[in-house]
């Protein structure tokens, strides 16, 4: 209130119409204050007309503190008010506050409150919600306060950082991001570089005490190396400082330092890491040779006064600016600035721009953006070809991670109990594009099952290959239909898996590689396999062995960039390595002339057709070490004769006591049928289940799960639930009546084929 400059109403506001242009007094304020620019303001202050206020909301005026409000301020810029502070840095009242001065902002408050009581000026109190800002560290009240700033004119550098967007030159990953980064980049404002804090850069302007002078001064205002490194020791702030070799060195070291003849990285390899290297080992020679070539004895062991000059008076009586650089300022130079520009050109040629950045959408604005502006002032390229914007982390809940909620998983506690790996492939298995993650520690823990998975598949396929040499070549074999089936599914998940990760998509991509490896690789491929690894002949021991080796091979080639360690490890014992060390293998390409259409749809339908037989085990409640006796009718001789091929391999998948491959069998009453793409097969439940009893058992479920799909219905077809209820609620919800849905159907199957085996057995009564 004491730093009051004017009250605003709306220009529409017929209530205040007249009164606008008029002065009123501001109470508890001194007659006079001095604004930022040393001029006097009155407390008599203005009624001042501006849309920004809400003629519904209060009073309908408004009073304006312009050096104490955001958005105060940006009325008074529109009304060229004067603005008044009333605090000091410490929040302390200052002499703009009159009888309050001195006292801090909280007691002020109090105090001011008191004495417009004291004076009838007070009409009523009213308690208000109101968004406060406090500092995430201190938890302190932050207040407004203008003060002097150095700011960037990022509307010079916006154009060109919108275009190239526009125009293709820079993608973002999810496509979404581009209209977030455009609205922001089309309304940009300035932005304000410095910061009082104690890290940072310096900026590097110098005030001259005498005339005051800006000087902005930086290694080109200097011809001399001498003065160059005094330069550079000065505004490191190391002046006044007994200086060492290594001061001078790290300046010489640095790429972004130039040698008025030829660059810092030149010399320095040269000469401290070239051919003289020899002639000084030592720090003593290295000053012998320093002192002899340029006079470096003064930078290193003498005393510094400043050597700056104004450039306008040339006084050396100079005050360096306190401030330091906002850390997205250096930031956002770290494409080009790490590859030594502008001395340093090869570096740049070959690695600028880069291909891809990855990061956060929460900084797109501070550092995407920037870099964006930046890489194309000062290098007319852009930095990046891709920006892959990627997920929060949030807990499993969806929250935030912080200290203060407790919910914070520790990346290193997770990779110290679960393993590196198995970490990596849970963040990106959940790395969904345009969605955050839910992170919680079971996932971690499931997917350390996956790294355990991989250790035992290729410890198994190492035992077993003993007397494996490495060398058998996939063309002269004579390859199996479950060969064929791996190695076309092997290039058909090297084909979409590649898809994905070019794409970014990298859930699918690890999604993708899980698959294939724990249910193709290793539940199906491995189980086929075993027949002929203990019971086949040489050859088609050799044969599985190879197609084991050769698929195990590349799969930790796909798996690597994701589960780089157990990778690499396991790659180390193979005797199929096509390079020393994994990181460097060639990546796996696909192999067309092992895709087999045919062979690889029969193994498809003949994996559903056992886990057909095991839903029936589930279905009806059969232990796990009971075997069945199965009869398998097939659609035709070509699918018999393969059946019969796999008869073994078969038995075993489906724990069967016996099993009948024919194309003439017909079902008998004690038999259920189960229908599948290669034909039907018949499972004997004689002994096993007692039909009458599970048709009555099922019927109960079955009127169970009726009523549940009636509440669910309910619940969705109430307008209040579906609109009003949390949406996490009401997508919970229609799943469940989804599975609902599928729960019932699943088990009027059952009925069915009961019954079918019911009527079937009372007809065979009749007959007799």
């Known amino acids: 209130m004491l730093g009051d400059t004017a009250v605003a109403v709306n220009p529409n506001d017929e209530r205040y119409k007249d009164l606008i242009g008029k002065r009123v007094r501001l109470p508890l304020a001194p007659e006079k204050r001095i604004d930022i620019n040393g001029n006097e303001v009155s407390n008599l202050i203005p009624i001042i007309a501006d849309e920004y206020v809400d003629p519904a909301f209060g009073s309908g005026a408004v009073k304006i503190t312009p050096a104490h409000d955001p958005n105060d301020f940006e009325v008074g810029k529109r009304h060229n008010l004067p603005m008044v502070i009333v605090m000091d840095e410490s929040a302390h009242i200052n002499e703009n506050g009159g009888e309050f001065k001195g006292l801090y902002r909280y007691e002020a408050r109090q105090k ?148 008025p003849e030829k660059t810092n990285l030149e010399f320095y390899e040269k000469i401290v890491f070239g051919e003289k290297t020899s002639q000084f080992e030592s720090k003593d020679s290295l000053i012998k040779l320093l002192e002899n070539s340029d006079k470096f004895e003064k930078v290193y062991n003498e005393r510094y006064k400043i050597k700056l000059k104004c450039e306008k008076c040339g006084s050396e009586n100079l005050h360096q600016e306190e401030d330091v650089l906002d850390t997205w300022f250096s930031s956002a130079l770290w494409p080009f600035g790490t590859l030594g520009w502008p001395s340093r050109k090869d570096d740049l040629a ?4 880069t291909s891809l950045l990855v990061t956060g959408f929460d900084i797109i604005f501070f550092w995407v953006a920037r ?193 780089p360690y157990i990778t690499e490890e396991i790659y180390g014992y193979l005797k199929n390595k096509d390079s020393e ?41 059969i232990e796990p070490t009971r075997k069945l006796n199965i009869r398998i009718k097939a659609k035709d001789i070509a699918v018999k004769e393969k059946l019969k091929w796999l008869q073994n391999q078969i038995k075993a998948l489906i724990k069967a006591e016996s099993l009948e491959v024919s194309t003439d069998i017909e079902k008998t009453s004690t038999e259920i049928a189960v229908v599948s793409d290669l034909g039907e097969v018949f499972v004997d439940l004689q002994g096993i289940v007692d039909i009458e009893k599970e048709i009555e058992r099922q019927k109960k479920a079955l009127a169970d799960i009726e009523k549940s799909i009636k509440i669910a219905e309910g619940k969705l077809s109430n307008e209040n639930f579906v609109n009003k209820a949390p949406p996490q609620v009401v997508e919970k919800e229609r799943q469940l009546y989804q599975e609902l849905k599928e729960k019932r159907e699943k088990i009027l199957n059952i009925i069915k084929m009961l019954e079918s085996s019911r009527v079937l057995k009372d007809l065979k009564k009749f007959l007799i």
């Open 112 to 259: 001011i409150v008191e004495k417009l009581k004291e004076l009838g000026l007070l009409e009523k109190e009213e308690d208000h919600i109101h968004n406060v800002g406090h500092s995430q560290r201190s938890k302190e009240i932050v207040e407004p306060y203008l003060s002097n700033q150095w700011f960037v004119d990022t509307k010079k550098l916006a154009d060109k950082a919108i275009k190239v967007v526009e125009d293709g030159q820079i993608k973002f990953i999810p496509e979404g991001w581009v209209k977030t980064y455009l609205n922001w980049m089309y309304n940009i404002r300035e932005w304000c570089i410095s910061r009082q804090i104690w890290w940072g850069h310096r900026i590097p302007i110098w005030y001259c005490k005498d005339c005051n002078h800006t000087n902005p001064f930086n290694d080109d205002s200097y011809a001399s190396l001498e003065e160059k490194i005094i330069f550079n020791l000065y505004a490191d702030g190391k002046i006044g400082q007994i200086f060492c070799v290594e001061d001078v060195l790290s300046i010489l070291k640095d790429k972004n330092f130039t040698h």
């Open 350 to 353: 070959v690695f600028y721009p």
């Open 371 to 563: 870099m964006i502006m930046m890489g194309t002032k000062f290098t007319n390229d852009v930095p990046f070809k891709d920006v892959y914007i990627h997920a929060l982390v949030r807990d499993e809940k969806g929250e935030k991670m912080s200290k203060t909620k407790g919910n914070v998983i520790d990346p290193l506690e997770m990779a110290e109990k679960y393993g590196s790996d198995a970490l990596r492939f849970t963040l990106a298995s959940l790395a969904a594009q345009g969605r955050d993650i839910r992170l919680s520690e079971k996932r971690i823990e499931g997917y350390k099952h996956f790294s355990n998975k991989i250790w035992n598949a290729s410890k198994f396929v190492l035992i077993n290959s003993e007397d494996y040499d490495g060398k058998a070549n996939l063309e002269s074999l004579s390859l199996s239909i479950e060969d064929y089936w791996i190695l076309t599914k092997l290039n058909k998940t090297i084909e979409n898996s590649t898809k994905e990760l070019e794409n970014y998509r990298y859930n699918e991509y690890a999604n993708i590689l899980y698959d294939f490896f724990w249910h193709d690789y290793c539940d199906w491929y491995i189980e086929l396999s075993k027949e002929r690894i203990y019971k086949g002949s040489p050859e088609e021991k050799k044969t599985a062995l190879t197609v084991l080796n050769f698929v195990l091979r590349e799969s930790l080639k796909l798996l690597h960039p994701i589960m």
């Open 581 to 621: 060390v994994l990181a460097v293998a060639p990546y796996p390409k696909v192999l067309e002339s092992f895709n087999n259409e045919e062979n690889y749809q029969f193994i498809e339908d003949l994996k559903n057709l056992i886990s057909s037989v095991r839903n029936v085990r589930s279905d009806f409640s």
